[in-house]
T-cell receptor, first 114, second 117 residues
Framework: AQSVSQHNHHVILSEAASLELGCNYSYGGTVNLFWYVQYPGQHLQLLLKYFSGDPLVKGIKGFEAEFIKSKFSFNLRKPSVQWSDTAEYFCAVNPYSGTYKYIFGTGTRLKVLA | DTGVSQDPRHKITKRGQNVTFRCDPISEHNRLYWYRQTLGQGPEFLTYFQNEAQLEKSRLLSDRFSAERPKGSFSTLEIQRTEQGDSAMYLC???????????????FGSGTQLSVL
C-alpha cells in the first residue's frame, strides 16, 4: 500500500538552529510531493511542493526541500529556525497515476525555544 | 472570506446517533476531499469528489460513513450509528481550478471536531 513515513515525531530546537525533517514515501511511479504546515490554532496550509524539474524546491518562510528519487525521500530543511516556526509539519504525496488522492504522513511536531 | 468553510466547528453526540457535517469549498474548485485526523496522526484520506462524482473512497471506511456532493458545490459527510472510535477532527479540503490547472494544492477548512460520548 502507498504510505508516507515521517521519522521524527517530536523535534525541539533552539532559535537559529538548523532543521531537517525526514520524509520517505513508498510508491514506485511518478509522484507530486508536498509539505504542509499547521500552526497552533490554524488550519493546514501549503509550505512547498514539488511537481517536476529542479529537485531542490523553495517554499515560504525560508523553507526548502530536496527530492531524491533514488531514496524516495523529500526532506524539509531550514538553515535557521525561528520561534514562529513552532508548528506541526506534514509531508504528503499525490501519486501521479490518474488519482488526485493525497496521502499524508503522521506529522512532526516542532517546538522552537526562544 | 473565500476559503473552505466547515460547519459545525464542534459536534458532541451520544454513541449510536447520526451526525452530518457540511463543507463549502472554494467556489471555483472542482475537487473536494474529506479527511479524518486524530491526535498525533496525519490526515487520513476518506474520500474525494470531482464535481459531483465520488471518484475514490478509502477501503478502510466503514459503511456507516457516506458522503455526497449533489450539485458539485458543497458536500456533506454523514456518520450513522456513531461509535466512540469515530471521535476525531473531520477535515474538508478543495483543489483544482480550470483557470489555474497547474497550481494544484489542497486548501483546507478548519475542520469539525467530533466527540462521541
Amino acid at each position: 500500500a502507498q504510505s508516507v513515513s515521517q521519522h521524527n515525531h517530536h523535534v525541539i530546537l533552539s532559535e537559529a538552529a538548523s532543521l531537517e525533517l525526514g520524509c520517505n514515501y513508498s510508491y514506485g511511479g511518478t509522484v507530486n510531493l508536498f509539505w504542509y504546515v499547521q500552526y497552533p490554532g490554524q488550519h493546514l496550509q501549503l509550505l512547498l511542493k514539488y511537481f517536476s524539474g529542479d529537485p531542490l524546491v523553495k517554499g515560504i518562510k525560508g523553507f526548502e526541500a530536496e527530492f531524491i528519487k533514488s531514496k524516495f525521500s523529500f526532506n524539509l530543511r531550514k538553515p535557521s529556525v525561528q520561534w514562529s516556526d513552532t508548528a506541526e509539519y506534514f509531508c504528503a504525496v499525490n501519486p501521479y497515476s490518474g488519482t488526485y488522492k493525497y496521502i499524508f504522513g503522521t506529522g512532526t511536531r516542532l517546538k522552537v525555544l526562544a | 472570506d473565500t476559503g473552505v468553510s466547515q460547519d459545525p466547528r464542534h459536534k458532541i453526540t451520544k454513541r449510536g446517533q447520526n451526525v452530518t457535517f457540511r463543507c463549502d469549498p472554494i467556489s471555483e474548485h472542482n475537487r473536494l476531499y474529506w479527511y479524518r485526523q486524530t491526535l498525533g496522526q496525519g490526515p487520513e484520506f476518506l474520500t474525494y469528489f470531482q464535481n459531483e462524482a465520488q471518484l475514490e473512497k478509502s477501503r478502510l471506511l466503514s459503511d456507516r460513513f457516506s458522503a455526497e456532493r449533489p450539485k458539485g458545490s458543497f458536500s456533506t459527510l454523514e456518520i450513522q450509528r456513531t461509535e466512540q472510535g469515530d471521535s476525531a477532527m473531520y477535515l474538508c479540503a478543495s483543489s483544482g481550478s480550470f483557470r489555474l490547472p497547474t497550481n494544484e494544492k489542497l486548501f483546507f477548512g478548519s475542520g469539525t471536531q467530533l466527540s462521541v460520548l
